[in-house]
């Protein structure tokens, strides 16, 4: 089973940065394509980001693109995801999760086999 561990959150002012980090154990990490939504409070899990297994390819949401970078390092068994720019709707709880069929892009909800526990980021205005 592969366990997944976000940290990174916390409260930020709009306009800033933030760098999420999820941490992989158990499976075959670098087989893994990875994604990062974020869920905010009555709203549905949303698709915000994913990488490809090689971390060759990358794809983004409308909302995020051009201010929102992911990237991994299948040594460190590590995805990270960086959000600049800030806005107060960027407020959720960030989950990271992974898709162990090799398949790109992915960002339905129900392709993704593992999910972390999730890290809160608040944007203030």
């Known amino acids: 089973q592969v366990q997944l561990l976000e940290s990174g959150g916390g409260l930020v002012q709009a306009g800033t940065s933030l760098r999420l980090s999820c941490a992989a154990s158990g499976g075959t990490f670098s087989t893994y394509t990875m994604g990062w939504y974020r869920q905010a409070p009555g709203k549905e899990r949303e698709f915000v980001a994913a990488i490809s297994w090689s971390g060759k390819s990358t794809d983004y949401a409308d909302s995020v693109k051009g201010r929102a970078t992911v990237s991994r390092d299948n040594a460190k068994n590590t995805v990270l995801l960086q959000i600049s720019s800030l806005k107060p709707e960027d407020t959720a709880v960030y989950y990271c999760?992974?898709?162990?069929?090799?398949?790109?892009?992915?960002?339905?909800?129900?392709?993704?086999?593992?999910w972390g526990q999730g890290t809160q980021v608040t944007v203030s205005s």
């Open positions: 999760a992974a898709d162990s069929v090799r398949h790109f892009p992915v960002e339905l909800v129900e392709e993704y086999e593992y």
